[in-house]
């Protein structure tokens, strides 16, 4: 394909403020989801395993896109998506941990969000702490779950936001990516 032009997409002024608005939605669709199937005695309903993998995924992408702007014009738009790929693969250990953790085997120790959000985990459970909730009950589960999500999703920002601070740094501008549309040559 030598000689094709990739331009990236046209963008606007509130373009950075899409991710983490998408990041949100999806927090609360997942909210949704926990509280409808919170008093649900038994095994969870079939539903609830692709809403999980949708709003992961959604998060992961989202985590990746927010700090983007970090990398917009010093790098050519390829080399974008190619860190923008890197950065979803990068929070792969993070699902890791969000999935395994002590607190979800029988006879395991009380869940703390340390244990599935090792990054920002000590900071929501110091937040769950202060809160008059008591553990076990729907709102405490409703709240530990979005804290979850969200402290994967803020896992996500900060892999991201490393790999492209880095990306930056060592990073030599290729010739006509500064230009108009950051058109570059595919070879």
């Not at 990054?119 to 459970?125: A, M």
């Not at 880095?166 to 030599?172: D, Q, S, V």
Request: hydrophobic share 55%; glycine share 10%; proline share 11%.
């Amino acid at each position: 394909m030598s000689g094709t032009n990739i331009a990236s997409l046209p963008r606007s002024r509130f373009s950075p403020a899409i991710p983490p608005l998408v990041a949100v939605v999806a927090c609360v669709i997942w909210a949704g989801t926990a509280r409808t199937v919170s008093g649900i005695i038994g095994p969870a309903p079939p539903f609830v395993l692709p809403v999980f993998v949708i709003v992961m995924v959604t998060l992961a992408v989202a985590g990746a896109a927010t700090p983007l702007p970090l990398i917009s014009g010093a790098v050519p738009v390829r080399r974008e998506r190619q860190a923008m790929l890197v950065a979803v693969a990068a929070s792969v250990p993070f699902v890791a941990a969000l999935l395994i953790n002590p607190g979800g085997w029988p006879g395991g120790s009380a869940p703390l969000l340390a244990d599935s959000v090792p990054v920002f985990g000590w900071l929501f459970d110091g937040i769950m702490n202060a809160l008059p909730l008591t553990a076990g009950t729907p709102a405490y589960n409703l709240l530990f779950s979005a804290f979850g999500i969200f402290g994967f999703y803020l896992e996500c920002v900060l892999a991201a936001t490393i790999l492209y601070a880095a990306l930056r740094l060592i990073a030599a501008p290729a010739p006509g990516s500064r230009k108009e549309g950051h058109a570059e040559e595919e070879g």
